[in-house]
């Protein structure tokens, strides 16, 4: 009870005090009589402290100036699929008190003190894009100049909503917008500055950055269109922050992976299409594809369609049409050798035509039997049964008459299969060639699209 008689009695004190202040001008100076010895007195500031729960302004129609600057000093996330930016920032906001000011001279040449900022009125700033609380920590504390200029830096941890795209994954930027605006004074009552100039800030937040994660910082610029939200006319000012993606990660975990299979796949085609081992070739590999794209799915954007997802769908159907091209020639060959079907006349003089001349698809062996003889055939399998109606009758006439007749109708009907044979085999190898070729193109072009795609 007794205790709290005089700390009330002072509390008047320091009220009159202030008043005595307040009626003393226009000037508002701190007396800062007695500095030297007791430190700095609380009740010199009172007067200014009383009054931090309104806009520190001697006339009311007179606005506020708060100059605005940051640092950004950290790119935390992307976050593509809630397309939100977590970054951090060094606000720092700058501002006239007119009610403070001292003489440094009187005041044992103090020229700035901190103060904790919760004595003092600050500005409400806040980033329009910000999609949580901003995060500053508190008890934070402003400097305050002799001539009443108070400069209030606060770290805070910004999400803000980003127009994320995606569709240049992993080539791409992205270009962010902080929008720093009062939330409660409209121009008539705050005005928003800078004291920096825009590239400063963007030097000195490419200096500071301390991730080298995955983002890296490219530019800010700046734009200062007035927000009017009914009648009300808000001062804002918005910044352009341009990130871009260090891709080496997607480019050693995605796509040179992704490019081995795809050249392996293209390669196996130099596997002898008679040979069984073509088809499980490629079916291992549609597997090893299929894996690989199930480990590497954490690593894409799990929202949109980024052009490397086209990509790797592009790569998939590709080993699958090849897959498809081994059975269909496989079955093309069997077909051939067990019971060919009679060749259609016009893709008979096609083989022949394809065949002859290094005109459509020449292959070495046909080269080298050319040369031969003027017969038309030029396989060693349609050879042998030209030899062999040539050579047989001599001997076999003779000996038995009745069965002559059916075995020669018979080794000619085997001779027409073998050739019919034959060419079927040559058709399925020009198959072969074809569509190995058509295959190519398509991936070249494929390819070179989505190289090009990615470029611009
Ligand atoms: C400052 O305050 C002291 C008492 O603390 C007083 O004696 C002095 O007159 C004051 N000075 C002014 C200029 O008001
Ligand atoms: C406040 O400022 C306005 C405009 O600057 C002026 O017209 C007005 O007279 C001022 N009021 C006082 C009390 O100084
Ligand atoms: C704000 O910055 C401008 C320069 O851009 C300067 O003239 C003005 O005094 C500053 N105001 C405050 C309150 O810092
Ligand atoms: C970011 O977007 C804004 C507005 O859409 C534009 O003015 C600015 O130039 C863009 N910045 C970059 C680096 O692309």
């Known amino acids: ?50 009054r931090k729960a309104f806009r520190p302004v001697i006339n009311y129609s007179i606005p506020t100036h708060v100059n605005i600057s940051f640092t950004l000093s950290a790119i935390l996330e992307v976050d593509a699929q809630l397309q939100l930016l977590t970054s951090f920032l060094w606000m720092d906001l700058m501002w006239d008190n007119p009610f403070i000011s001292w003489n440094p001279e009187e005041c044992v040449s103090i020229n700035k003190l901190s103060i904790s900022a919760e004595y003092l009125w600050l500005p409400d700033i806040f980033i329009v894009e910000s999609m949580d609380t901003q995060r500053a920590p508190s008890g934070l504390t402003a400097y305050v100049s002799s001539e009443g200029r108070v400069k209030y830096d606060m770290p805070v941890r910004v999400t803000s909503i980003c127009n994320l795209d995606i569709f240049y994954f992993p080539f791409d930027q992205q270009n962010c917008t902080f929008t720093f605006s009062s939330f409660l004074y409209t121009v008539e009552s705050m005005l928003l500055g800078m004291d920096r100039e825009v590239w400063e800030i963007a030097e000195t937040s490419r200096d500071i950055i301390q991730t080298q994660g995955e983002w890296e910082l490219l530019s800010i610029s700046k734009a200062t269109p007035k927000m009017s ?16 993606r260090r891709p080496s990660l997607y480019i050693i975990n995605l796509l040179v992976p992704s490019s081995f299979l795809i050249a ?13 081992n073509r088809a499980p070739f490629k079916i291992t590999l549609l597997l090893g594809y299929n ?32 897959l498809l091209e081994t059975i269909f020639i496989t079955y093309l060959l069997h077909l051939a050798t067990t019971q060919p079907p009679p060749m259609p006349r016009w893709l008979h003089s096609l083989i022949l035509y394809c065949a002859r001349p290094l ?16 017969t038309p055939a030029h396989l060693p399998g349609v050879k042998e049964p030209v030899e062999l109606v040539g050579k047989e009758p001599g001997p076999r006439e003779a000996e038995v008459n009745g069965r002559a007749g059916s075995t020669r109708a018979q080794q000619e009907d085997e001779a027409q299969k073998q050739h019919l044979v034959s060419l079927w085999v040559q058709f399925s190898h020009m198959m072969d060639t074809l569509l190995f070729r058509l295959y190519l193109l398509f991936m070249a072009t494929s390819i070179i699209t ?7």
């Open 229 to 244: 939200v009914g009648t009300s006319v808000y001062d804002q000012l918005m910044f352009y922050v341009a990130i871009r």
């Open 1 to 50: 009870m007794e205790g709290g008689r005089p700390s009330k009695g002072r509390f008047l004190l320091c009220l009159t005090l202030s008043l005595l202040l307040q009626e003393q001008g226009d000037t508002f100076t701190i007396n800062c009589s007695g500095f030297d010895q007791h430190g700095l007195d609380p009740a010199a500031f009172q007067a200014v402290f009383d």
């Open 264 to 276: 392996i796949d293209a390669l196996s085609f130099y596997l002898p299409a008679e040979n069984e």
């Open 450 to 456: 989505v190289i090009v795609l990615w470029s611009t």
């Open 291 to 322: 894996v690989f794209l199930l480990m590497m799915n954490d690593l894409l954007p799990n929202s949109g369609t980024p052009l490397i997802s086209v990509y790797f769908a592009l790569c998939l159907s590709l080993m699958v049409v090849s």
């Open 359 to 374: 005109k459509c698809c020449p292959t070495r062996p046909q080269q080298g039997n050319r040369s031969l003889g003027p």
